[in-house]
């Protein structure tokens, strides 16, 4: 299980906005007040944190 609050709240944000609600980086950046640069870095770093939390997780339980 993947705990979200170990992103930052920009990239919990972000993240929920592109996929849950299906908006834009344009939209999101609008949205949050803040650049669509500063979106994409967002979703991509909270994404790889979530990547690396996850293999962290099935090499410490053998899940997977």
Sequence with gaps: IL???M???NQ???IS???LKSMTL???SVEL???SEA???NIFNGINKLKKMSYEH???FGVG
Excluded: A, P
């Design 17 to 19: 906005l592109k996929y």
């Design 12 to 14: 919990r944000r972000c």
């Design 3 to 5: 705990n979200l609050s």
């Design 26 to 28: 344009r939209q999101i």
């Design 58 to 60: 099935k090499k410490r």
């Design 33 to 35: 007040q803040i650049s």
């Design 39 to 41: 979106v994409r870095q």
């Design 7 to 9: 992103l930052s709240d």
